[in-house]
């Protein structure tokens, strides 16, 4: 059954009421174009974007909201030409409070179903190093644009995470199941070139003003098309997925709880942090 499907009954309403949201001390910053209907979302998040509970809470609230206002468009970009999002924050990790552990993880399984099951079309622009829940939040969308010279891919493993199997799921659509097993089980890192050959991304762009352009074209395919063809279709393809993760949403909670409180993880992770400081003062 669908869960949610476009509702054209809803859009006129939408075109004399849209409005521009915009905050600069927000997490997530959303403007919306009121020609086209089309939202830009921005990670504002310093120094990387990366995923604490706050933010993942604020992007899931986001796409709720654009979802009732019945935009046309979205590109998910980051405030940051260097980083689109650095995963989950290694810090919510580290010695955690177990009730907040468990909320990130839930948190985290409802930002990978709200961006992956919006009716609207989605495009990530990476501007920036996308690993890990970086790249969870890039193939949750429909379509990726990527800048050149950046890194982008599902590192869990080199980390000593496992990878979920909503997220495996949606790693295989992307690049089918061959190259999905092997490059999750590996934890691969893939540039930009090698993320084009592979399928991770669907375009590469030199810059940012460039892939703006390309994510546009994108979102503009679907001017002439049924709304309701559209969002019914990638529904209909999208839903059991998420469905199927919320069956299994307790167990995969508590398989990460277990993961993380490991003490071997711990002391991996200790490790970690240190070798990202000790590569920022080389
Ligand atoms: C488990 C299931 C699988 C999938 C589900 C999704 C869940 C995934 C788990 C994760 O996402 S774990 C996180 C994985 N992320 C990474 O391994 C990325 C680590 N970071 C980097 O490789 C680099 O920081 C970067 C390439 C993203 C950016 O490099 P650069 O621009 O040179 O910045 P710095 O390295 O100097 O970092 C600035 C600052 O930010 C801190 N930081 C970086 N990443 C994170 C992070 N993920 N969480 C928290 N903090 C992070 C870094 O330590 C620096 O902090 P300072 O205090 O030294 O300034």
């Known amino acids: 059954m669908l869960r949610k499907i476009f509702n054209p009954a809803r859009l006129s309403r939408f075109q004399r009421t849209m409005v521009t949201v915009s905050s600069s001390d927000a997490l997530v910053s959303t403007e919306v174009d009121d020609k086209t209907g089309y939202a830009t979302v921005t990670l504002n998040r310093a120094p990387v974007n990366s995923l604490s ?14 979802e009732r206002s019945n935009i046309r468009g979205m590109v998910l970009t980051s405030f940051s030409n260097k980083v689109f999002c650095a995963g989950l924050d290694i810090m919510e990790m580290v010695n955690p409070d177990l009730d907040r552990l468990r909320a990130v993880w839930t948190r985290l399984q409802d930002t990978w179903a709200s961006l992956y099951g919006t009716s609207f079309p989605t495009v990530a622009l990476i501007n920036g190093h996308a690993p890990a829940g970086g790249c ?13 010279n950046f890194n982008i891919g599902l590192n869990e ?3 000593g995470l496992a990878v979920p199997p909503w997220l495996q799921g949606t790693m295989r659509q992307t690049i089918g199941t061959r190259e999905a097993e092997i490059h999750c089980i590996k934890g691969t890192m893939f540039n930009s070139q090698d993320a084009l050959k592979i ?12 892939a703006m352009q390309r994510a546009l074209h994108y979102l503009n395919t679907f001017k002439q098309m049924s709304p309701y ?3 019914a279709t990638k529904l209909l393809m999208r839903n059991k997925d998420i469905e199927d993760m919320k069956r299994g949403r307790k167990e995969d909670v508590e398989r990460f709880v277990e993961n993380v409180m490991n003490s071997d993880f711990q002391n991996g992770l200790t490790v970690y ?3 990202l400081k000790n590569r920022k003062n080389k």
């Open 199 to 210: 399928g991770l991304v669907d375009e590469l762009a030199a810059e940012n003003g460039e």
């Open 136 to 148: 969870l939040l890039a193939l949750c969308c429909e379509y990726r644009v990527m800048c050149n």
């Open 157 to 159: 493993t080199q980390l």
């Open 229 to 231: 063809a559209r969002s």
């Open 273 to 275: 942090l240190q070798s």
């Open 53 to 66: 509970l706050e933010l993942m809470t604020e992007i899931v609230k986001t796409v709720d909201e654009l």
